[in-house]
């Protein structure tokens, strides 16, 4: 079975400074993995995935990720966050063992304070 | 632009009384889900189908049933909404395949009185 930890269930951040969200899965295959943002009452939206290859994975408004096999660990990071930046933030999983769902971590919030 | 449609965005309905919520989709995915998200939570997966092929998840209660009666178009039925069902309804699409990443649409939030 897969699962997904996100380690911060709150971040409150001050603008312009960097942020690091943290995650970390567990399964015994192959997995693929998404960090999706979500704002207020709207639906997911993909910030960046890894499927396979570079290791440092670049996605939109400015995130990135990097993903780490030894340490079974997928964090997103940004230099520097706006005010927009404040939503949840959700890391999945998925492998072809699970049927390609995806399974998610608990979510991270995060605060961009001025 | 291709995407994904949730209708209504919010419902509201009364206890026991059915309820309808419907997705569609002008990606042409194979794969259609619907999650169930209730505050400050991730999503939950209800129920996907892939084509024709429905796939219910084991703890999805009965009370919950969808229908695809073509690619576009996935609705949720519930058919005896309690207090506890209050909550945002998910839809989204995927092509299939490994690492098919999911387009997800605006969701409904649907109110029990």
């Known amino acids: 079975a897969q699962s997904v930890t996100q380690l911060d269930s709150q971040v409150p951040v001050f603008e312009e400074a960097p942020v690091e969200l943290r995650c970390n899965y567990s399964?015994?295959?192959?997995?693929?993995l998404f960090w999706y943002v979500q704002y207020p009452n709207q639906g997911l939206q993909l910030l960046l995935k890894?499927?396979?290859?570079?290791?440092l994975v670049k996605g939109i408004n400015g995130f990135e990720a990097e993903f780490n096999k030894s340490q079974t660990s997928f964090h997103l990071r940004k230099p520097s966050v706006h005010i927009s930046d404040t939503a949840e933030y959700f890391c999945?999983?998925?492998?072809?063992?699970?049927?390609?769902?995806?399974?998610f971590g608990g979510g991270t919030r995060v605060l961009v304070k001025p | 632009d291709a995407m994904v449609i949730q209708n209504p965005r919010y419902q509201v309905t009364q206890f026991g009384k059915p309820v309808t919520l419907s997705c569609s989709q002008t990606?042409?995915?194979?794969?259609m889900y619907w999650y169930q998200q209730k505050s400050s939570q991730a999503p939950k997966l209800l129920f996907h189908?892939?084509?024709?092929?429905?796939?219910n998840e084991a703890d999805t209660p009965d009370n919950f049933q969808s229908r695809r009666p073509n690619t576009s178009f996935c609705f949720l039925d519930i058919r005896s909404p309690g207090l506890g069902d209050a909550a945002m309804y998910l839809c989204?699409?995927?092509?299939?395949?490994?690492?098919?990443?999911?387009?997800f649409g605006p969701g409904t939030r649907l109110t029990v009185t």
């Open positions: 989204a699409t995927s092509r299939g395949g490994l690492g098919g990443e999911q387009y």
């Open positions: 399964s015994s295959v192959s997995v693929y």
């Open positions: 890894y499927l396979s290859g570079s290791t």
């Open positions: 999945a999983v998925s492998s072809a063992a699970a049927g390609n769902k995806l399974t």
């Open positions: 990606l042409n995915h194979n794969v």
């Open positions: 189908y892939y084509d024709k092929d429905f796939n």
